[in-house]
């Protein structure tokens, strides 16, 4: 790669990371502009924190799941893959996205073809493909809520989700004409170029490995458990403040989806974002607005000093795995 491409590839990502940066600062200001901050400090005096603890302990377990269910996906034949290696890959990715969002695929990508032997192309497919199937596993909890809870998050769905979005036949017409451009630029290079075609072929490989996986009982199963613990991490946090004490499974459900909903948009883990959106769907459950905003800080916080905590020894055990293997 010549010297212009790295500045320029550094340049993008230095100005993706200040606009996602400033995103997340300006919701952050939204969300929390009406709140009053000496209130959530004397809450904190309140909180049962073993259950927070005990959360922190659970999402461990996410990650191992996670590295497990995506060895699944790069198995081939005459390669094995070390769950305990993996696992702490996808920790190092999640931790560099708390600093540059949007990128962590790419970087667990490259650090899986560091420490075995996969191309980052193939690697990058899999990950592809698992995000489908991420997306696709949300979509059947929001209708399994929609169906069992319609009144409450078909308000939440109308006035948060779609209330944002404006769709019209311009927009259409822009999208279309962007993934046309891309197939063509695509098919371009693909036959100007040996190489492209080859890292095409590659990212094939891994985008259709899903195909086979879907129907093995070890990937439906750590996907279900992957979605188990996803949803405990936020339940669990219910019993350490007074207000949430009381509410039930299905309102832990509606905070899942609620929360992967704010994880989407493109700010750094999910900040402003993630708050509004867990705040709002618990306002359905008579939930004030100022204690759901406590008590999505108080879950999303946890998670990300978790994170931080984990994201240094694995960083620590990659670098060393790395340098064994030069």
Not at 17 to 45: C, H, M, P, W
Request: one cysteine or more.
């Amino acid at each position: 790669m010549s010297k212009n491409k790295i500045q320029l590839k550094n340049r993008n990502i230095i100005i993706n990371t200040l606009l996602s940066l400033a995103l997340g600062i300006f919701l952050t200001y939204i969300v929390f502009r009406n709140i009053d901050f000496q209130s959530f400090l004397e809450k904190l005096d309140t909180i049962n924190y073993a259950w927070i603890y005990f959360s922190m302990f659970i999402s461990i377990f996410e990650h191992v799941l996670r590295a497990y269910r995506w060895n699944l996906l790069m198995h081939k034949p005459n390669l094995k893959f070390s769950t305990y290696i993996t696992t702490h890959v996808v920790i190092v990715s999640y931790f560099f996205a708390l600093f540059i969002p949007r990128f962590n695929d790419f970087v667990r990508c490259y650090l899986i073809s560091k420490t075995n032997k996969i191309n980052v192309s193939t690697s990058l497919g899999t990950v592809v493909s698992e995000r489908i199937i991420d997306i696709l596993s949300l979509l059947l909890l929001t209708i399994f809520l929609l169906v069992i809870e319609f009144d409450i998050f078909y308000s939440f769905i109308d006035e948060y989700i779609l209330g944002s979005l404006s769709i019209d036949i311009k927009s259409i017409s822009i999208l279309l004409l962007i993934v046309l451009v891309i197939t063509y630029v695509f098919k371009f290079l693909k036959n100007k170029s040996s190489y492209f075609e080859e890292k095409i072929s590659e990212f094939k490989e891994g985008f259709f490995s899903a195909k086979g996986i879907l129907t093995d009982k070890r990937f439906l199963i750590s996907t279900v458990l992957l979605w188990l613990i996803y949803f405990f991490m936020g339940y669990v946090i219910f019993f350490s403040i007074n207000e949430t004490s009381n509410l039930g499974p299905v309102v832990g459900l509606a905070v899942l989806i609620a929360g992967s909903l704010g994880m989407i948009v493109p700010v750094n883990a999910g900040i402003g974002a993630y708050h509004f959106l867990v705040a709002s769907i618990l306002i359905g459950y008579s939930i004030d607005y100022e204690t759901g905003l406590f008590f999505a800080t108080i879950l999303h916080t946890s998670q990300i000093i978790c994170l931080a905590i984990l994201g240094l020894f694995s960083s620590l055990v990659l670098f060393m795995k790395i340098r064994s293997n030069a």
